[in-house]
């Protein structure tokens, strides 16, 4: 099926750094999730963007909906050992209420 | 609220066996999906239900597979016969019509 790609697949960081990844799609999106899912859980939505250009912040994560509605980036400050786990976007077009999932990006923190 | 609700948390059983997987939506939720996990392939919609009827069910692999809500509070996805390739995880979501949705914590699906 159709899947968004997500960079980096993969990244290890040490305790302390920011980390920024993202989501990009050959079709436009009304409005971008992200999550995050740890082992053996199901995602957990992190922050929900609706309006291009859009910039959204939940504690120390900050996503951004891209003005060209085709992308979407996610940021986390000072990173702990807690947010090891894999984040995914998910993209909704017009016309559906399907979200299209990305590929992943899994992080892993350094202590 | 308890989320959504998932049964069993794992299966394992032999080829060409029928599987039948669990879900409770989160009470008052409109939307009911069904998603499958794997490596290969990452998060894969196979269906979605509105109101407890489906709606869109173009991401089911092939006729083995098959799902249905026969409430607002209930629905399975059954495989019939099962694959080692069905094997994966499965997740069942829910959502109000302009909400983002809550996934269950799955169901691991081992089929040998």
């Known amino acids: 099926g159709q899947q968004l790609n997500q960079s980096p697949q993969s990244m290890f960081i040490q305790e302390g750094e920011d980390v920024s990844m993202n989501c990009t799609s050959s079709?436009?999106?009304?409005?971008w999730l992200w999550y995050k899912q740890d082992p053996g859980e199901g995602p957990v939505l992190l922050i929900a963007l609706y309006k291009a250009g859009e910039l959204t912040s939940n504690g120390r994560l900050t996503a951004q909906f891209g003005i060209t509605r085709k992308d979407s980036f996610l940021n986390i400050s000072a990173s702990i050992p807690s947010d090891v786990g894999i984040y995914f976007c998910?993209?909704?077009?017009?016309?559906?209420?399907?979200?299209?999932f990305g590929t992943g990006t899994r992080l892993k923190v350094l202590a | 609220d308890a989320g959504v609700i998932q049964s069993p948390r794992h299966e394992v059983t032999e080829m060409g066996q029928e599987v039948t997987l669990r879900c409770k939506p989160i009470s008052g939720h409109d939307y009911l999906f069904w998603y499958r996990q794997t490596m290969m392939r990452g998060l894969e919609l196979l269906i979605y239900?509105?109101?407890?009827?489906?709606?869109?069910d173009s991401g089911m692999p092939e006729d083995r597979f098959s799902a249905k809500m026969p409430n607002a509070s209930f629905s399975t996805l059954k495989i019939q016969p099962s694959e080692p390739r069905d094997s994966a995880v499965y997740f069942c979501?829910?959502?109000?019509?302009?909400?983002?949705?809550?996934f269950g914590s799955g169901t691991r699906l081992t089929v040998v």
């Open positions: 998910a993209g909704q077009a017009s016309g559906t209420y399907k979200y299209i």
């Open positions: 979501a829910s959502s109000f019509v302009d909400g983002g949705y809550t």
């Open positions: 239900f509105n109101n407890n009827v489906p709606i869109d």
């Open positions: 079709s436009i999106f009304n409005t």
